[in-house]
C-alpha cells in the first residue's frame, strides 16, 4: 500500500511539475508562435536551400525554448502584478508554486539551449533569437506599466518569429524576411489592442497601459481599424513583384483580401459597438487570420 501511495504521489508530483512548465513557458502560445517560424521555414526552402529536418528540428526545440525563456522572465519579473489580476494570479510563480529562483533557472536554461540550437543552424538565427528575448523581457515588460508605446516596442519581438524561419532556411536577411516581418509586426497591434480591450479591467488592477490612448474609447477603436488596413496592405506585397524569391498569385492575393476584408469587418464592428464581446470577436478572428494567411502563403508556394 506504501508503495502504491508513493507512486501515485511521484505521478501526481511529476504532473505538476509538468502543467508548472507549460504554465511558465505558456505553451500554448508558444506553439502558435512556432507555427510562424515553420511557416517561415517552408517558405524560406528552395533548390539553393532544400528542406531539412535536422534544421526543422533544432528550429522547433529552439524556437519554444526562446519564446518560453522570454515568457519565464516576464513572469519573474511580473510576479507580484500578476498575482493582483484573474487571469494570471494562478500561474506558479504568483501562486507559489514555484520560486523565482527556479523559474530564472528555467529560464536561463532555455535561453541557453535555445541560443545555442539557433546557432547551430546559422549565426543570423541566433542573432534574432537573442534580440527577441532581450526586447521582450527588458524593454517591453518594463514598459508595460508605464506607456501604451509598449504594444508598439513588443511588436518588434512578436514579429520575429515568422521571419526568423526564413532566415533559419536560408540564411539571409534580405526583403523576403523583411516583409514576413512587416506582416507580423503590423498584425500585433489589431490583436494585443483587442485583448487589451476585453481584459481592460483586469489590466487596471496592474497598472498596465495596453490600449494607444489609455481607454477602450472611439480612439483606440479608430487606430484598431487603421492598423488592420496597414495589416491588409502589408500580407498583399508579395503579389506585387517587388519581394524577390517570396510572392504569391493573384488567385491567392484575392483570398488574403477576403482574408483581410472579414478582420476589418470586425474591427468596425468593434469601433461601432466598443464592447468587450466585439473585442473578443476580433481577437479570434485575428488568430484565424494569421494562421490562414500562413496557409495560404504556404499553398501557394507548393502548389503553383
Known sequence: MKSVLNASGNSFSIRSIFTDFKEITKAGLAISVLFSSIAGYLLGVNEAYPFSWRVLTMLMVGGYCMVGAS???NQVIEKDLDAKMDRTKNRPVPAGRMTPNVALFVASSLTIIGLILLYLINPKTAMFGAISIFLYTSVYTPLKTMTPLSV??????GAIPFMLGWVAATDDFGIEAGTLFLIQFFWQFPHFWSIGWFLYEDYEKAGFFMLPSGKKDRSTALQTILYTVWLMIASLLPCLGYTGRFFITPISAGIVFLLGVWML?????????????????LMLVSVSYITLLQIVYILDKFLR
Open 71 to 73: 515568457n519565464a522572465f
Open 152 to 157: 508598439f516596442v513588443g511588436a518588434f519581438p
Open 265 to 281: 469587418f470586425y474591427a468596425v464592428k468593434l469601433y461601432q459597438l466598443r464592447t468587450a464581446q466585439a473585442a473578443k470577436r
